[in-house]
């Protein structure tokens, strides 16, 4: 018995009970469902085995929506509890696993793969390749990804779900203070997330440096695919680092070793810097494609191109280099002295200055503008004034002798939702409403949209500003309860409302899609935003190759040249094209990788070892294996442009 | 949304009553002005960009200009960009002069209180309670303090499990309490008066509610209830200790004698075992004095409320 | 599969060159895991609780023997390249061997060391020093370890294939990642176990 007891749920209630049927429920439904559509075989050659960068890219943001939704019912369940004062809606323990499975699902699950997503979807056809550098290293990306993702939420229903605080500080998150296994899923499945990140990482540095269309330097890349570089340098830079962390803290859960321990020299304080040295530069890995989709969206519905094109590069180059030079201001208040807290609050701070010159440039692309409020142009709009505040309020942390006021309180919680929303997630749903019709061929409804827009506005600012008033008025984070005294009830009240806003946008976007799916003209052709750069000028939704000839370009703004300046993007006749064939290998090795660190988690050694041979069979086999990939004919070309509406160019 | 914003400007300085923003000694009052400061060089930031912001949405929208107005292609200008560069550094600068002043202010013996030697009191953390050790007068309590008014405390902080905040708003900000290093926190009262007080980091089950009351009395009130204390309380034992430091909340606690004699702080550690043996095992026992006076403990708990 | 002729065979096609470009990608991001293992020893090194501490325990013998191993079969490997360029495949196997030969005789007395701590009482649990010490080196011994595998699983494709574009280029970027592999070990050498002995 003492074996299974390890997978039992530490504190099950019935709502855990309702997920486990739910979940088992929606499995079946899966499988019965494919099974009677006779889709299994639809399902692995289209996708489980598929390389495309567009598939993966759409399998990624499908996996990052779910990912929203699952964080997202974690944050109305939190807002819940804390709304009125002594409310027993949740226990301690279920508020301490539900903010340590927000943060982490929001951070790693949901923000990372939606970036990712719109990263692969639309680097190589804003760089004019035919696909990323390593295509089948893309899929091993994505489905290690998609396991961790799926190993991490199982936790939910088997063993428990991690309980520390997604920064997870030790020793709080060691074995004596977090008995249960919740904390190994945190350790291994971010573990597994991470090595696809970093492969995803490698992957676009290369695509980007080495696969530019003829004529695109590096200044003349769209400002996305900067953005994506930097990113991804960041990610290789700062990844390892978290490699390690982790590493030493599952060395720590499952070995008995003395890392972060109280005894035998352990340290927690390193554990707290190695987490923040990959952490911080993590928030710019985040808000760095953001950025880069800000700039697209708002060049192209100001109708103009973007302002201060250089001090853009320049200022996101110097923004990561920032990024690994700030992370102390996490922890101001460790006790490292007005020396070290005057060095790093000077440095945090200066990352305003870069910032605000972004800040600026967008502002003056709108000069002598021609503004069309589209949705994603709304998005962007918003996004101005509600991430200057989010942003104002960081400078104001960054002044470590207050930061010792601010810190632990709501009021961090309020500035960095206030950032990370209006920054990540404006942006993401931006570039999804900007980049859907190049997906799927159709365009989301407008009207829906920018409800939805305004409504996910205004939930922001009517959930997250009150919280810097109860933030100052004494309200720590992470308190599953408060007592009426403290008077905190008001403000949580307003932020559960701004919350169910909040909800009621995201459901609405939900809505647009099954409407626009059901209701939108497909008659859009090439370029239905009248934008700017090269992935608009293939067809949508994109053919499998993307481009029929390979453009050439000569700025940043290609199909804007082509439109408006007499220049041709497409030169030449179809010539055959070489693409990379499918594999179902990095399917099959990260669903083993899914089975190791199951193993992992639960100390299950021979299940460990047989499934770590297993992984190195899929290397070897790779190794070995000979594919040169496969070739796409002119006469195939010739009828896919003939359908599609025309050879372009 | 800037209406809602401004709504929260007016409530910050309109009433004055958020703790933060309520100091009772020099510290917090250094931390209050800095936090005003910086909300109001941001909030000349803020309102920039916004007035920016709807200036271009106004004047160049597409429903005001003509069908053919074909916008400009613009390059970036050194002029504008060197204002958007020029004039945040010169914030920055400005900020970044205030926060350093005011980190060493915060990191040092109140200002006005140098002279005098300040109240050494160890706050030492465990699941999910405060142990208030008095070397000076040679008491203890859990879960509540009474300080002097007018005179510089010297907080010693460490944990005896995860990592904690020692956080008394109206008194000053917070700093960590970790097993394996002794940090120090400056704070002074400048007036009589009953704080609330915190642990402010995350530390597991427990953490809402682990909570303590300072109460800041004038000195003379406090040698009496010092007295008072050493009259009343019976003395903390190593095992009574043990017991304490089992998780869970007890109330509020008073002993003489402090835990210190025979489980002293990591201060002088860095790296060795041998003190936090004792922290989280029963197996270093036997090299210490062993007191024998169970069964009186939990009857002459000096209960305080 | 267009091959440039101008190039030598391991950079003879676009892919290629971005297998070796996101090789160099990689060795990056594998700076920053051994710099962080770096950072973490250095912090660590002295918090040896209650048990013996790098001046105790370090053996001079096997780390000279180690270093030597790894450093000729660093030189090796450069050499089985360089045959590799001039295109005698019997050449280039022989040195690859031998490399291949020097990391498993390092790889041993490695396996040796770390008997050899554990026995003196060093052992993964013992203290944050020891559990850091047997990290930093598992991590690279497991990098050893893996380039082991892998080259042999590169011999045995040179032997069925030949020196082809592809062969060449996995050799190659192999190479890179054993030199990698001894300038790894050159700090672990100064850094950890010189460092330690003075």
């Not at chain 1, 939606?114 to 550098?133: K, S, T």
């Not at chain 1, 030449?572 to 179902?584: C, F, R």
């Not at chain 3, 105790?56 to 490997?77: A, K, M, N, R, V």
Request: hydrophobic share 50%.
């Amino acid at each position: 018995m003492e074996f299974f007891e390890r997978f039992a749920i530490p504190h099950p209630s019935p709502a855990i009970y309702a997920s486990m049927v739910a979940i088992g429920l929606t499995v079946i439904a899966i499988i019965a469902g494919l099974t009677y559509f006779k889709k299994w075989g639809y399902i692995w050659r289209e996708w489980l085995t598929t390389v495309d960068h567009k598939r993966i890219g759409i399998m990624y943001l499908i996996s990052a929506l779910l990912m929203l939704f699952r964080g997202g019912v974690d944050a109305i369940m939190m807002r819940s509890q804390l709304a009125v004062p002594g409310n027993t809606l949740l226990d301690a323990q279920h508020y301490n696993e539900i903010f340590t499975t927000h943060g982490i699902v929001m951070i790693l699950f949901m923000a990372m793969p939606f970036i990712i997503a719109l990263m692969n979807f639309v680097v190589p056809l804003q760089i004019g390749a035919r696909d990323v550098a390593f295509p089948r290293l893309n899929a091993l990306s994505f489905w290690l990804f998609f396991f961790a993702a799926m190993l991490f939420n199982i936790s939910f229903v088997v063993g428990g779900s991690p309980d520390a605080g997604w920064t997870s500080y030790f020793p709080l998150a060691g074995n004596e203070h977090s008995p249960h296994v919740g904390t190994n899923y945190y350790m291994i499945a971010i573990q597994i997330a991470g090595l696809g990140t970093l492969m995803t990482g490698i992957n676009f540095i290369v695509t980007i440096l080495k696969m530019r269309a003829p004529g695109m330097t590096l200044m003349k890349m769209p400002m996305f695919t900067w953005s994506a570089l930097i990113t991804n340098v960041i990610i290789v830079f700062a990844f390892p680092v978290l490699t390690i962390a982790l590493a030493m803290g599952t060395m720590d859960r499952l070995f008995g070793t003395h890392f972060f321990s109280i005894d035998n020299g352990g340290m927690d304080m390193l554990w707290a810097n190695l987490f923040w040295v990959w952490g911080h530069p993590e928030v710019y890995i985040l808000i760095l494609p953001a950025f880069g989709i800000y700039s697209e969206v708002i060049s192209t519905f100001a109708r103009r191109n973007l302002y201060g094109y250089k001090s853009m590069v320049a200022s996101m180059v110097i923004i990561s280099l920032f990024s690994f030079l700030v992370w102390v201001h996490h922890f101001f208040t460790m006790g490292q002295g007005a020396f070290v807290n005057s060095i790093f609050s000077v440095t945090t701070m200066a990352i305003a200055v870069p910032t605000g010159i972004k800040i600026f440039n967008w502002l003056f692309t709108l000069w002598k503008g021609k503004i069309v409020m589209t949705t994603p142009m709304l998005y962007s709009m918003l996004f101005i004034p509600i991430f200057t505040i989010g942003g104002v309020t960081g400078v104001m942390l960054g002044m470590s002798a207050a930061d010792y006021q601010y810190h632990n309180t709501m009021f961090l919680v309020a500035h960095f939702h206030l950032v990370i929303i209006p920054g990540v997630v404006f942006a993401m749903l931006a570039g999804l409403t900007y980049w859907w019709p190049k997906m799927f061929g159709f365009m989301l409804n407008e009207r829906i949209g920018k409800w939805a827009a305004w409504l996910i506005a205004v939930g922001t600012c009517v959930a997250f500003f009150p919280m810097f008033i109860s933030g100052l008025d004494g309200q720590a984070r992470r308190m599953y309860t408060y007592s009426e005294a403290t008077g905190f009830g008001f403000w949580n009240m307003l932020s559960f409302i701004g919350a169910g806003i909040l909800a009621i946008g995201f459901v609405l976007i939900v809505y647009n899609i099954y409407y626009s799916t059901r209701y939108a003209t497909r008659d859009i052709g090439a370029d239905p935003w009248d934008a700017r750069t090269l992935e608009w000028a293939t067809h949508s939704p994109v053919p499998e190759y993307n481009f029929a000839i390979t453009p050439e370009v000569n700025s940043s703004e290609a199909l804007w040249d082509e439109k408006k300046k007499g220049h041709k993007l497409f030169k030449g006749s179809y010539q055959e094209i070489h693409m990379p064939s499918k594999s179902g290998v990095p399917f099959i090795m990260s669903a083993i990788f899914f089975v190791f660190g199951f193993a992992m988690i639960f100390s299950l050694w021979i299940l460990a070892i047989v499934s770590l041979l297993g992984i190195f069979a899929c290397l070897i086999h790779r190794s070995f294996e000979q594919d040169h990939g496969y070739h796409i004919s002119v006469k195939e070309i010739e009828e896919t442009e003939a359908k599609m509406g025309g050879a372009k160019g | 949304m800037s209406f809602l914003f401004f709504t929260i400007i007016t409530v910050l300085t309109g009433c004055g009553n958020l703790l933060v923003l309520d100091p009772k000694g020099p510290q917090a009052q250094t931390q209050a002005d800095v936090i005003m400061i910086s909300i109001w060089t941001m909030l000349f930031v803020v309102i920039v960009v916004f007035a920016l912001l709807a200036y271009m949405l106004i004047k160049y929208r597409a429903s005001k200009q003509s069908d053919d107005y074909e916008p400009p292609h613009i390059e970036g200008s050194k002029v504008m960009e060197s204002i958007f560069v020029g004039i945040p550094v010169i914030i920055i600068i400005f900020l970044s002069i205030v926060s350093v002043k005011s980190n060493y202010a915060v990191e040092s013996t109140p200002e006005g209180y140098e002279d005098q030697e300040p109240l050494v009191i160890y706050a030492s953390s465990s699941n999910w309670k405060w142990h208030f050790s008095y070397p000076e007068q040679d008491i203890e309590t859990v879960n509540y303090l009474y300080i002097p008014t007018d005179r510089a405390l010297e907080f010693k902080l460490y944990s005896h499990g995860p990592i904690t905040s020692f956080w008394v708003p109206q008194l000053g900000g917070q700093k960590y309490a970790m097993a394996d290093m002794v940090t120090t926190l400056h704070l002074a009262a400048d007036v009589p008066g009953e704080f609330f007080g915190r642990n402010a980091n995350f530390s597991g089950k427990g953490f809402a509610h682990n909570t303590f009351n300072v109460n800041a009395v004038p000195p003379a009130e406090f040698e009496e209830w010092v007295d008072e204390v050493k009259e009343t309380a019976s003395p903390i034992t190593e095992d009574r200790f043990q017991e304490l430091l089992e998780p869970g909340h007890l109330g509020q606690l008073t002993f003489t004698g402090t835990h210190l004699e025979f489980s002293p702080a990591p201060e002088h550690n860095h790296g060795g075992s041998q003190s936090h043996d004792k922290h989280d095992g029963h197996e270093n026992h036997d090299h210490h004095e062993k007191h024998e006076d169970h069964e009186e403990e939990e009857s002459s708990d000096h209960h305080h409320h | 599969m267009k091959i440039d002729h101008s190039q030598p065979l391991e950079y003879g096609t676009e892919q290629n060159k971005m297998n070796i470009l996101g090789f160099w990608i990689f060795l990056g991001a594998e700076i920053m895991l051994f710099g962080t293992l770096f950072a973490s020893y250095f912090t660590l090194e002295n918090r040896i609780g209650s048990g013996p501490s790098g001046a105790d325990i370090f053996e001079i013998t096997p780390i000279i023997i180690e270093t030597f191993l790894l450093l000729t079969s660093s030189f090796t490997i450069g050499l089985a390249i360089h045959a590799m360029r001039l295109g005698r495949q019997k050449a280039m196997l022989t040195f690859f061997g031998i490399t291949l030969v020097l990391g498993l005789a390092f790889l041993s007395v490695e396996i040796y060391e770390f008997f050899h701590y554990v026995h003196v009482g060093a052992g993964l649990q013992t203290s944050a020093f020891s559990a850091i010490l047997l990290t930093t080196l598992g991590t690279h011994g497991a990098h050893v370890t893996f380039g082991l595998l892998w080259g042999l699983g590169i011999i045995l494709q040179i032997k069925k294939r030949g020196l082809t574009v592809e062969t060449t280029n996995k050799s190659f970027i192999f190479s890179l990642y054993w030199h990698f592999l001894d300038v790894v070990w050159i700090f672990i050498f100064s850094f950890i176990y010189l460092k330690g002995l003075m």
